[in-house]
């Protein structure tokens, strides 16, 4: 087989080669591109359902996506479209699944994370309550799997294995109904059982607060850091002078830590609790609330204990004793991600905690970002691109938050024409 390097001497010896190649495939392409930008209805559709499903459409929802799309009914195509399972069983799924796990791994196993977002999709809910809902979403009690259990995954892992129609099997309830957990300790995805086995699985609880960022607001701490935010919250497990070096603390962590600590303190009560020794990946484990009148005995409050470990690292740094938070980055550089005023932005636990994220404008610019991505397969590259992200931020605020409307947008922007 002949390889690249052979290729490479063979031009460099033989040039006209080079040249050859060159005259032959230049045309080829070009008209490629040409018929790509021409393309018809009928390409456009097959390309939308394409992008959309993951798979090829039949001829009879073609043709009427064809029709639609010929008579300028193009919103319609792609929810026509989105009527296939697959957009619900791979589509979604696939793009979803890597907000489950730290790995942000696309073949995790389905679960009560992943489906609930597939479910409110798939409802048109308000798609900022992914972030402070009391909602989940499980299999229909019809279907031959096993109920759902607060520790562990079967229930799920059956609707995947037996390779069940999303669209048609989830079921809307709370989490209150299948947990336990009382409606104000509720927060969307913050507070299924996959995202506690992921993020509150020992640590600090801050795991939570910084994937939650990455995943929901499209970036990482790096991209909030601050340094000339007020360090009163920062916890007594960070060092300020780590290394020996105070400047560390100061030019460094400081940046991060005074705005994600009053934030990250809405978790205080939350924890995942599993055998350690039997159980070391946790598969078996489930999320722990701490009601109120529930003493923490290494806190003697409703803290979980990992909220003050470390605490010799700097004695006078700050204890969490509740579940307030405050949002120091309603001002300074991160006042940019544009905070909504109508909100206090403070508060007391998860819920409320999720609501100051979800209704910020970062969270809606993200969300249309990703599903450009996902559907375009490529990032935004150039002013059109990103006036389109603009037009589509708009739209889904403006149809209630529904994700599929975003789906819809990107999918006819990058059909071709």
């Known amino acids: 087989m002949e390889t690249v390097l052979s290729q490479k001497r063979k031009y460099r010896f033989f040039p006209q080669l080079q040249r050859t190649r060159f005259f032959v495939l230049a045309p080829l392409m070009f008209i490629v591109s040409h018929l790509s930008a021409m393309a018809g209805p009928t390409e456009q559709a097959q390309r939308m359902h394409d992008r959309l499903t993951g798979v090829p459409a039949t001829s009879t929802t073609l043709e009427q996506m064809s029709n639609l799309i010929e008579q300028g009914e193009t919103q319609e195509a792609a929810y026509l479209a989105m009527d296939n399972p697959a957009f619900y069983n791979v589509t979604l ?33 308000d798609f900022r309550l992914i972030l402070s809902g009391n909602i989940l979403y499980v299999g229909d009690n019809t279907l031959d799997i096993p109920d759902y259990e607060v520790d562990n995954n079967a229930h799920y892992q059956a609707l995947e294995d037996q390779e069940i129609d999303l669209s048609e099997a989830l079921v809307a309830t709370t989490q209150t109904a299948m947990t336990g957990l009382p409606d104000n300790a509720t927060a969307g995805v913050l507070t299924t059982r996959a995202a506690a086995k992921s993020f509150f699985k020992d640590g600090t609880n801050r795991a939570m607060f910084r994937f939650t960022l990455i995943n929901h607001l499209c970036t990482d701490l790096e991209g909030v850091k601050d340094t000339s935010r007020v360090p009163d919250r920062i916890r007594q497990d960070v060092s300020r002078s780590p290394g020996g070096d105070s400047r560390i603390f100061l030019n460094s962590c400081i940046g991060c830590h005074s705005g994600m600590d009053p934030l990250a303190q809405a978790f205080a009560y939350y924890e995942y609790d599993y055998d350690s020794d039997a159980d070391p990946d946790g598969e078996n484990g489930q999320l722990h609330y701490n009601l109120e009148g529930q003493i923490d005995p290494q806190t003697g409050s409703r803290v979980t204990a990992k909220h003050q470990i470390n605490g010799n690292n700097f004695p006078y740094g700050f204890m969490i004793e509740d579940d307030k938070w405050d949002n120091y980055w309603r001002a300074g550089l991160n006042k940019n991600l544009g905070w909504d005023e109508s909100l206090p932005g403070g508060g007391n636990g998860a819920k409320s905690m999720g609501q100051e994220l979800a209704h910020s404008a970062q969270f809606s610019q993200c969300q249309v970002t990703k599903v450009f991505e996902n559907v375009c397969l490529r990032s935004p590259q150039d002013s059109a691109d990103w006036s389109q992200v603009d037009s589509m931020v708009v739209n889904f605020q403006g149809s209630g938050y529904q994700i599929k409307q975003v789906f819809a947008d990107a999918a006819n922007y990058c059909k071709g024409s």
Not at 93 to 108: L, R
Not at 109 to 120: F, Q
Request: aromatic share 12%; glycine share 4%.
């Open 93 to 125: 799924k696939n793009w979803i699944t890597p907000w489950t796990n730290e790995e942000a791994d696309v073949f995790a196993p389905l679960n009560d994370y992943t489906a609930t977002v597939i479910g409110m999709a798939r409802d048109d809910i």
